[in-house]
């Protein structure tokens, strides 16, 4: 039980850390420049370089799933068991709206706000299921032939991903929670944060405006 315990800490600890490192990347490229290229190689270069940096040093202990998708697979492979699964599914969705709210924290924007950007269609689903099935063919392949270059792997993988594919959660709640945080104007930020029409509903509800600290519930908009 300790040893389960350490690991979820580490999933728990390495999710925030990665889901911080999207979410505070994009607000900083977008604030840096209004070139959508720029912006999104600003935010997948980190993320890249994140992954890298927490697969070296939390793999050892939990195996850095950092992902449901990667966690389920593993669980059908009876790699771990699925106590563990339950386990590390959990705190990596509480890990990723926990990097979230630390990132929006540094960048004092809201740090609870429902976002409008519609993602949805046919396309969207199969970018997912083609980023999730590149991501779990990329470390089966890795642990397979070159488990010791999977960081690289992975980093590499993700980073050109978020340029072939129009994913952007890659099957992980975690980042799904993350994105869904965001709210962007249709002019600013990188495509990926980008209402996919002026007129999508905008919701916001329990907004605590960072750093005033007060709680209150706008009436929806259409815009």
Do not use: K
Request: aromatic content about 10%; glycine content about 10%; some cysteine.
């Amino acid at each position: 039980m300790t040893d389960l315990r350490r690991r979820l800490a580490a999933e728990a600890l390495g999710t925030a850390m990665l889901v911080a490192t999207v979410v505070g990347s994009g607000i900083m490229a977008s604030r840096l420049t209004g070139d959508a290229a720029l912006s999104l190689l600003g935010n997948t270069i980190p993320t890249g370089a994140m992954l890298v940096v927490l697969i070296t040093t939390l793999g050892p202990v939990s195996g850095a799933h950092f992902n449901p998708a990667v966690t389920l697979v593993f669980g059908l492979r009876r790699d771990i068991g699925w106590l563990a699964v339950l386990g590390y599914i959990t705190v990596q969705i509480v890990g990723g709206l926990a990097g979230t709210l630390v990132a929006h924290a540094m960048f004092e924007l809201p740090l609870l706000e429902v976002a409008a950007t519609v993602r949805s269609g046919q396309g969207q689903w199969l970018a997912e299921l083609v980023a999730s099935f590149g991501l779990v063919f990329t470390i089966l392949a890795g642990l397979r032939f070159r488990g010791d270059a999977i960081p690289w792997l992975v980093g590499l993988y993700i980073t050109s991903a978020y340029w072939f594919t129009a994913s952007t959660c890659f099957a992980n709640p975690a980042v799904a929670i993350a994105r869904a945080s965001r709210i962007r104007s249709p002019a600013s930020g990188p495509p990926m944060f980008r209402p996919s029409s002026p007129r999508s509903w905008r919701v916001r509800c329990f907004r605590w405006r960072w750093p005033a600290g007060c709680w209150r519930i706008p009436r929806p908009s259409l815009r």
